[in-house]
């Protein structure tokens, strides 16, 4: 026997709208990543493990993304890329 419990937030529009773009952001990045990868795979036939690489560029191209997310998020987000 399982024991779960489910909550439900009481979410104010400033939260809902601070959530919202966190998501946008961390789906951004996501889809940067993928779309990134999925090219080096089709011209270099090279599989890109690393989620050092867009760390590496936090500060360039992902700079906005970065500023929304912040470090751990933005970090976290990387290591789910990558695996």
């Keep these: 026997m399982w024991r ?6 009481i979410m104010s529009p400033v939260l809902e709208e601070f959530l919202h773009r966190v998501d946008d952001a961390a789906a951004k990045l996501i889809n940067m990543e993928d779309y990134r990868r999925r090219r080096l795979l089709f011209t270099t036939r090279k599989i890109d493990k690393s989620w050092r690489s867009a760390w590496e560029r936090r500060k360039t191209e992902c700079a906005e993304i970065y500023e929304v997310l912040d470090s751990v998020n933005f970090h976290g987000t990387c290591r789910a890329v990558s695996e």
């Design 4 to 9: 779960t419990e489910t909550f439900r937030p």
